[in-house]
């Protein structure tokens, strides 16, 4: 008895070692993204202004193309009546002409280097936006096993069949997944309002013809940050599933794909009965509402077929695009690519099936079934 106890004793300090181990390693993989999403709101601020001097000085090129062409056209006016002209006027026909020359190849030479520094910023963003995806993963991973060793999800996960290890991943995915939708959306969105409203405050008063169409771009473009808001929020909990069912909340979102997007999606429905669990409702949606978005990004496909069945035992779906496909099995081994080992982890959570058919340039097929109990 003495001797299970020392062994349990010694597990547990193994055990809470490695926790505090793997904390540190949390801490630090938390430090790094932090680290990064500053250096990315430094560079963004920096691109931002890049990008308006850039147009400043493309303005100024475009000026003085046209100056040095009329210096040109003066030149060549002398030239051919040289008789007409004093000394004095070709003198300064010709220093002209020089000036703004050099004072183009100047700009020139500014605009090649503004070109380059707004290239490597944007570089050094994708750079480290796909770092920020990989520690995303990580940090997600290192989380669920942290919550592993120190949440008693072992006894948990042997009486519940998976199920809380299950929740905990999918928490942490849908998390970051809002993360990336508000980063690649209204954050970027903005950026680009503070780039041309800065842009048209410096050309209101020199081109206020310019000006005013920033202004109207930018009605625009705060608008569509709006929607991307609303699309944000109602892609985290549609309202309508709990107080209108299924059926019409994924006729609601085929509706809203129609209207925003260039695939034209098929909605076909049977319904027999109602689904009385409110959680199967939900991970039927997020699978469809997954494969939707998938589609519209990147399938290439312009049309998709939805076939959405409730009947008395079985809730069914099937979904059918005719895109550019891919291997199931080579995405199967990247689960961060296209969503599927998120929509396989929610369907288990109700004891429901999900199969994927799909090869390159043939298309895709999700056939989704869940129990109706």
Do not use: C
């Not at 995806?133 to 069949?161: D, F």
């Not at 705060?222 to 994924?250: A, C, E, F, H, K």
């Not at 909605?267 to 409110?278: A, C, I, K, M, R």
């Amino acid at each position: 008895m003495m001797e299970k106890f020392s062994s349990t004793k010694v597990l547990d300090q193994i055990v809470n070692k490695t926790a505090l181990a793997i904390e540190e390693g949390k801490k630090e993989i938390f430090g790094i993204s932090e680290s990064v999403r500053r250096e990315n709101a430094t560079l963004e601020s920096e691109l931002v202004m890049t990008k308006a001097k850039l147009s400043i000085i493309i303005s100024d090129v475009d000026k003085l193309e046209i100056r040095t062409q009329m210096a040109k056209n003066m030149i060549k006016t002398i030239n051919e009546h040289f008789d007409e002209f004093g000394e004095k006027d070709i003198r300064e026909a010709y220093e002209l002409s020089e000036s703004v020359q050099l004072l183009l190849s100047s700009k020139r030479h500014e605009e090649r280097e503004l070109v380059e520094k707004r290239n490597t910023l944007e570089r050094m963003l994708r750079n480290n936006n796909e770092m920020l995806k990989k520690a995303e993963v990580l940090e997600m991973k290192v989380s669920v096993a942290l919550e592993y060793l120190t949440g008693n999800v072992v006894e948990q996960i042997k009486e519940k069949k998976d199920i809380g290890l299950k929740i905990i991943e999918a928490q942490e995915q849908e998390k970051k997944r809002i993360s990336r939708d508000i980063h690649d959306g209204p954050a970027q969105s903005l950026a680009n309002v503070i780039y041309k409203a800065e842009y048209a405050s410096k050309v209101i008063d020199h081109a206020p013809g310019k000006a005013k169409k920033e202004i109207y771009d930018l009605q625009e473009d705060v608008r569509n940050i709006l929607n991307d808001i609303r699309r944000i929020i109602y892609d985290l909990m549609p309202m309508s599933l709990d107080d209108l069912g299924l059926v019409p909340t994924v006729k609601k979102l085929a509706m809203n794909i129609n209207d925003s997007y260039k695939v034209k999606v098929h909605l076909n429905t049977v319904q027999e009965s109602v689904v009385e669990d409110s959680l199967v409702n939900l991970m039927a949606f997020r699978v469809i509402q997954e494969s939707l978005n998938n589609i519209v990004k990147h399938s290439k496909s312009k049309t998709a077929t939805i076939d959405l069945q409730i009947l008395d035992d079985f809730l069914k779906v099937d979904i059918w695009d005719e895109g550019k496909g891919f291997n199931v099995e080579e995405i199967e081994h990247n689960p961060s690519g296209y969503g599927l080992y998120n929509m396989k982890e929610r369907v288990e959570i109700v004891n429901g099936d999900i199969s994927i058919e799909s090869s390159p340039k043939k298309g895709t097929h999700i056939k989704l079934r869940i129990p109706n109990q």
